[in-house]
């Protein structure tokens, strides 16, 4: 059985809407509805495009190159400048880390309620600058004394109360400014691109991928050469660099101010989400004509300021918040009892995502192991090079995690994309669940990877040195992290932009972040556990301080296990995926030639 769905309309949208002039007219505008600066319809070839998202390029990677200038040192500055142990400066870098993500949350909130992503952009890159300056100033007046310390052996003398809660301000301001500011600015730079454009959606899906390579390389810069300005103790001069490029990155943003496609905010979204759920409550128990469901469409222009979502199946409770009676006039509609069909959609959106998204976490639960065991497993092999006895830092071997992005974001796009292609018949080659569960599968085999060269390092170990193997070993398991993070974090970018309304873009991004934070979280929990599990009375467990007394190749191994685990899972999840569409109305009302009027199988569900 079939259930006929009615949308209603406002009497406003009675009249039908009269087409466009001329299509070659039309299509000098963007078809997204976005605008310029002065709020008038964005016309193609005078706005947005690559100019306009080579500047946001070029801003994101001098930000990151900043961001990770005070980062990346940030635990060695807490213990020889502040004094910190090793225990406590780790703990205030998580805790300040997790504070950066923390804040991505309030970013993604004004900017999709009321300021719009330039305007929050904006101004959580001036607070950067500030807080970088006043870290920079603090430190060269008040932390870095005597003159000459700061260096692994000469550690800095004591400091007053007031000088430490400058430093805590200036970092603070670095973390708001830092988090608010990062996930408006991927979704900006996609804005530059009409999707509605068969060329233009083609550059707004590339435009993620080298988003995320301009991130890459501005870390890759940090990682190496301000790393090792601040590791000889010349905090002050990396802190200025970093502040410098803040500066820059900033003013090259605004300088784009004329060329920039913009959206206008949609208003507060949590108050729309809990109007759907409060009339969805309402409307329980209420009735409806037998065969027939009566749905509130709204006017031509959302409560969200974006465009109409059609009705989909799923989460079909939640269609009671936009049940209207067909044969009343609709009046003053009070949103707490009647939401429109556009606004139950943007809640079944979130509610679609959510699986998708917690699958992800664990994903970043692998990925966050290069930035820790992978440092402490390559401390404890060979690190000597022929080169003048040159020792390799285990740290740097970051950098071909960083090289891996580069060259697999390059040889996707230009090559592996465009072949898969036409082996498909899809023109933009794989999806981007497609991506991500790939990207889920490499990262097991890098854990794989990773506990095997840790089985033969730890095979190799004597007592007069930690292992015969050397930290070049370490390149594939590296490698395999690179291939995985761009197929997982670059795919969630563009899936996340895609498949959230046009009201909640930046909260998507905000939820990448997220699953970020969350997945160092609970890599934290895990090696906790593994750590009380294993540990027992003469036994060292998984991961002692001695790595040859324990197992950190079954830690890896169970990672891998994991990691295949929530593969499973993502598999079951992304195969029940189904997105909402946007703008007008379903092909079943052209095929029925009746306005308003769509049937939906299984609506009988309905009651």
């Not at 205030?92 to 309620?113: P, R």
């Not at 905000?510 to 540990?535: E, K, P």
């Amino acid at each position: 059985m079939k259930m006929r769905v009615i949308l209603v309309e406002d009497e406003e949208m009675a009249a039908p809407t009269p087409l466009p002039p001329k299509q070659d007219k039309c299509c000098e505008y963007t078809l997204d509805g976005s605008v310029d600066i002065k709020g008038r319809p964005a016309v193609k070839g005078k706005s947005g495009g690559w100019l306009a998202g080579g500047l946001i390029l070029v801003n994101q990677g001098l930000a990151t190159l900043a961001f990770f200038g005070v980062n990346v040192n940030l635990v060695l500055f807490l213990t020889r400048v502040l004094g910190q142990s090793n225990g406590d400066a780790a703990n205030n870098v998580s805790k300040w880390t997790g504070t950066v993500y923390m804040f991505s949350l309030i970013g993604a909130f004004l900017s999709d309620s009321y300021w719009g992503r330039y305007k929050t952009c904006a101004i959580f890159q001036a607070i950067f600058v500030l807080g970088l300056a006043l870290l920079s100033v603090s430190s060269h007046l008040y932390l870095i004394r005597p003159e000459g310390c700061g260096m692994e052996h000469a550690p800095c003398g004591p400091h007053s109360g007031k000088e430490l809660g400058i430093f805590y301000i200036a970092l603070y301001m670095i973390a708001f400014g830092n988090g608010g500011y990062q996930p408006n600015v991927a979704t900006f730079g996609s804005d530059q691109f009409d999707e509605e454009d068969p060329a233009e959606a083609h550059s707004k899906v590339s435009f993620f991928s080298y988003f995320y390579l301009a991130l890459n390389l501005g870390s890759l810069f940090s990682n190496t050469f301000l790393s090792y300005l601040e590791d000889e103790g010349r905090w002050a001069l990396g802190f200025w660099a970093s502040t410098a490029a803040a500066a820059a990155a900033l003013l090259l943003f605004l300088s784009g101010t004329l060329r920039y496609r913009y959206f206008n905010p949609g208003g507060n979204p949590i108050g729309r989400v809990c109007q759907v759920a409060f009339a969805a409550c309402r409307n329980w128990k209420a009735g409806a004509s037998p065969g027939v469901v009566t749905l509130y469409e709204g006017d031509e222009k959302t409560d969200a300021g974006g465009r109409r979502l059609l009705h989909t199946q799923g989460f079909s409770f939640l269609d009671r918040a936009a049940r209207a009676d067909t044969d009343s006039k609709l009046g003053k509609r009070d949103p707490w009892k009647l939401c429109t069909v556009t606004q139950v959609e943007e809640v079944k959106s979130i509610l679609r995502l959510l699986p998708i998204w917690l699958c992800t976490i664990l994903y970043s639960v692998v990925f966050t192991q290069m930035a820790s065991l992978f440092v402490v497993q390559g401390a404890a092999m060979r690190r000597t090079t022929p080169f003048a006895g040159f020792s390799v830092p285990p740290s740097s071997m970051s950098a071909f995690d960083i090289l891996t992005v580069a060259a697999t974001i390059f040889l996707y796009r230009r090559a592996i994309c465009p072949f898969l292609a036409r082996l498909t018949g899809r023109p933009a080659g794989p999806t981007e669940l497609q991506r991500m569960g790939l990207g889920l599968v490499v990262g097991a085999l890098a854990m794989a990877t990773a506990g095997t060269v840790e089985h033969f390092r730890k095979a190799g170990a004597t007592a007069a040195m930690s292992s015969d193997l050397h930290i070049m070993w370490q390149v594939p398991q590296y490698s395999l992290i690179g291939v995985s993070e761009v197929m997982m974090y670059v795919g969630q970018l563009e899936f996340f932009n895609d498949q959230m309304p046009d009201g909640l873009k930046s909260f998507g991004s905000a939820l990448c972040m997220m699953s970020m934070s969350l997945g160092n979280y609970f890599s934290d929990v895990i090696v906790s556990a593994v750590t009380r599990v294993t540990t027992t009375r003469g036994r060292a467990g998984w991961i002692p301080a001695d790595l040859n007394e324990g197992h950190l190749d079954r830690f890896y191994f169970l990672l891998a296990i994991i990691a295949v685990a929530d593969f499973a899972v993502y598999l079951v999840c992304a195969s029940r995926y189904g997105s909402g569409k946007v703008d007008g109305r379903s092909s079943d009302d052209e095929e029925e030639g009746t306005a308003g009027q769509v049937e939906i199988p299984g609506a009988e569900r309905m009651t």
